[in-house]
């Protein structure tokens, strides 16, 4: 069993920056990837990032890419979001997910593909 708590959001006006830290506890050793992804108010949830802990890899929405970085602190067990640049439309809360998909998930953008979700962590972009 993994369990993964999701920390960090907030109120911020556009423009301005947040910081989410996932951190994972328990099997973690079996932990293959961590993903972020994110849910708006009426609308389905998407992913934003991935990071594969084996290799480094990283992988971002189009939607997201050169605002947001994904990072890992492994003595922590702990992926961070850095968000930079926000925008109103980047309110949603935000849910990171573990994958114990050997090697990592085929799809890093499948929400199906991440068997332990956190409770997710309230980010909301307004003036």
């Known amino acids: 069993q993994v369990q993964v708590v999701e920390s960090g959001g907030g109120l911020v006006q556009p423009g301005e920056s947040l910081r989410l830290s996932c951190a994972a506890s328990g099997s973690t050793w079996n932990v293959w990837a961590i993903g972020w992804f994110r849910q708006a108010p009426g609308k389905e949830r998407e992913e934003v990032s991935c990071?594969?802990?084996?290799?480094?890899?990283?992988y971002y929405a189009d939607s997201v890419k050169g605002r947001f970085t994904i990072s890992r602190d492994n003595a922590k067990d702990t992926v961070y979001l850095q968000m930079n640049s926000l925008k109103p439309e980047d309110t949603a809360i935000y849910y990171c997910?573990?994958?114990?998909?050997?090697?990592?998930?085929?799809?890093?953008?499948?929400?199906?593909?991440?068997?332990?979700w956190g409770q997710g962590t309230q980010v909301t972009v307004s003036s």
């Open positions: 990071i594969i802990t084996s290799d480094g890899s990283i």
């Open positions: 997910a573990a994958s114990v998909i050997v090697g990592g998930p085929l799809k890093w953008y499948a929400a199906d593909e991440y068997d332990y």
